[in-house]
C-alpha cells in the first residue's frame, strides 16, 4: 500500500503524515528533506540555488547531511524551495523516491507532487492544506519555542512567497491529484488533525 501527503508548507502534512505511517505501520519518507539537503549543499559549496547546474551539482549530497539540523531551519527551507524549481533536479532526486515508494509491503511518503508525479498510482492521496495566516502563526509558535525571534508578518510573507513558487513552478507544481482527499486543518488543533487524517484514510480503504 502506498500513501501520499501532499501539501504547503506548514499546513500540518509531516505531522500527519508521520502519525499515518506508524498508525499503518508503513516505512517514511519526508521527501521535503531531500530538497533541503540540496539547498543547503549548493550554500556549503559556495554555489547559486537558483542555477540550475550548481543545484544539480549538490544532488550528489552525502546522506550524513540528512541529519544536520540545520536543514530545518527557514532559511534552508527557502533555499529547498529555489533549486527544486530546476526540472534536472527534480528528476535526479526521482529514482531515490521512487525506489522508496516501490518498497514491498508499501510506504508512506509526503512533498508537494509525490500523488501527481512520484506515486500516481497511491492507493491513498491526502492534500493538506491551512490559510496562510493560519500557517505563518504556527510556524512562528514553533520558532518562539526554539527561542528564535522572528515577527509573526516576516513570517507570513515567506510562507506566501514558497507558496507561489511551489505552486506556479512549470515542472511538477504543488497541486492536489483529482483524486486526492483534500483535508483543511485551519481549524484543527493538532490531535484533532491527526484523526480526521486516520479515518479519512480508513474510509478511503474501506472502498
Ligand atoms: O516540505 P518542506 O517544507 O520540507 O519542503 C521544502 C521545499 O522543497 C518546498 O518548498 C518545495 C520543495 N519540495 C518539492 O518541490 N517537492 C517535494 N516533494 C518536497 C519538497
Not at 47 to 58: I, K
Not at 159 to 180: C, E, M, S, T, Y
Amino acid at each position: 500500500m502506498i500513501i501520499a501527503v501532499d501539501g504547503p508548507t506548514a499546513s500540518g502534512k509531516g505531522t500527519i503524515a508521520k502519525a499515518l505511517a506508524a498508525h499503518f505501520g508503513l516505512p517514511y519518507l519526508d521527501t521535503g528533506l531531500l530538497y533541503r539537503a540540496v539547498g543547503r549543499q549548493t550554500q556549503l559549496s559556495g554555489g547559486d540555488p537558483d542555477n540550475q547546474d550548481d543545484a544539480v551539482a549538490a544532488c550528489r549530497f552525502n546522506n550524513i547531511l540528512l541529519h544536520d539540523p540545520s536543514l530545518r531551519s527557514e532559511e534552508v527551507g527557502g533555499l529547498a524551495s529555489r533549486v527544486s524549481v530546476h526540472p534536472a533536479v527534480r528528476a535526479a532526486l526521482f529514482e531515490k523516491q521512487r525506489a522508496f515508494a516501490e518498497q514491498p509491503g508499501g510506504a508512506l511518503l509526503d512533498g508537494r507532487d509525490i500523488g501527481t508525479v512520484i506515486a500516481p498510482e497511491a492507493d491513498v492521496k491526502l492534500f493538506i492544506t491551512a490559510s496562510v495566516q493560519e500557517r505563518a502563526r504556527r510556524r512562528w509558535l514553533e520558532m518562539q519555542g526554539r527561542e528564535i525571534e522572528i515577527p509573526l508578518a516576516v513570517i507570513e510573507q515567506d510562507v506566501a512567497a514558497r507558496d507561489a513558487r511551489d505552486i506556479n513552478r512549470k515542472d511538477a507544481p504543488l497541486k492536489a491529484a483529482p483524486d486526492a482527499l483534500v483535508m483543511d486543518t485551519t481549524s484543527f488543533d493538532r490531535d484533532q488533525a491527526i484523526e480526521a487524517a486516520i479515518e479519512a484514510v480508513s474510509n478511503r480503504l474501506e472502498r
